[in-house]
T-cell receptor, first 111, second 114 residues
Framework: QQPVQSPQAVILREGEDAVINCSSS?????VHWYRQKHGEAPVFLMI?????EQKGHDKISASFNEKKQQSSLYLTASQLSYSGTYFC????????????FGRGTQLTVWP | NAGVTQTPKFRVLKTGQSMTLLCAQD?????MYWYRQDPGMGLRLIHY???????AKGEVPDGYNVSRLKKQNFLLGLESAAPSQTSVYFC?????????????FGDGTRLSIL
């Protein structure tokens, strides 16, 4: 039930854009996105609920397509501070108190 | 502004030893979780709790036990440590509506088993 993230790694120059995808073989009730810098704890970015909504956090936004069972995280005009590993997390159903996390996408932004 | 606090931050054990990792949260959250993180594997759920006195198994529960005697604390125990349990352990908590409430993570415990 672990969601699948792609790509596994991305290398960018400052100012470039990136897209990270998260897909599931099962129905998605919501999608969580977290970022983890090296040696630190994961930090919450945003949650997307059913309805195909988009959310934003600074220059980071995301979309959720429940029919396609996938979510995408968009990083525009990347900054050095965006470097880290991005994880998506999905609950197995609408009631249970847990998330299954993807294996992560490592994003490196160079000056 | 403590949030989620994990102790200890580092520990080295010998195979067969036992230990307990402590997680404490001050946000009055109902849900608490223990994850392990290994290179390339993401965060895998070990056990979780939906309230005081309740626990449930996650994806990788073997070799671990947990207890939640108080709402603010969630303990993870290794009865007989094995080298395969070398990992970084994260505790997290969230309020009851898990579908649309974020998980707050502690800083992690780096555990090495020789």
């Amino acid at each position: 039930q672990q969601p699948v993230q792609s790509p596994q790694a991305v290398i960018l120059r400052e100012g470039e854009d990136a897209v990270i995808n998260c897909s599931s073989s099962k129905a998605l009730y919501s999608v969580h996105w977290y970022r983890q810098k090296h040696g630190e704890a994961p930090v919450f970015l945003m949650i997307l609920l059913k309805g195909g909504e988009q959310k934003g956090h600074d220059k980071i936004s995301a979309s959720f397509n429940e029919k396609k069972q996938q979510s995408s995280l968009y990083l525009t005009a990347s900054q050095l501070s965006y470097s880290g590993t991005y994880f998506c997390g999905t609950p197995p159903d609408s009631t249970l108190g847990r998330l299954y996390f993807g294996r992560g996408t490592q994003l490196t932004v160079w000056p | 502004n403590a949030g989620v606090t994990q102790t200890p931050k580092f520990r080295v054990l010998k195979t067969g030893q036992s230990m307990t990792l402590l997680c404490a949260q001050d946000m009055n959250h109902e849900y608490m979780y223990w994850y392990r993180q290994d290179p390339g594997m993401g965060l895998r759920l070990i056990h979780y709790s939906v309230g005081e006195g309740t626990t449930a198994k996650g994806e990788v529960p073997d070799g671990y036990n947990v207890s939640r005697l108080k709402k603010q604390n969630f303990l993870l125990g290794l009865e007989s440590a094995a080298p395969s349990q070398t990992s970084v352990y994260f505790c997290a908590s969230s309020s009851w509506a898990v579908g649309n409430q974020p998980q707050h993570f502690g800083d992690g415990t780096r555990l090495s088993i020789l």
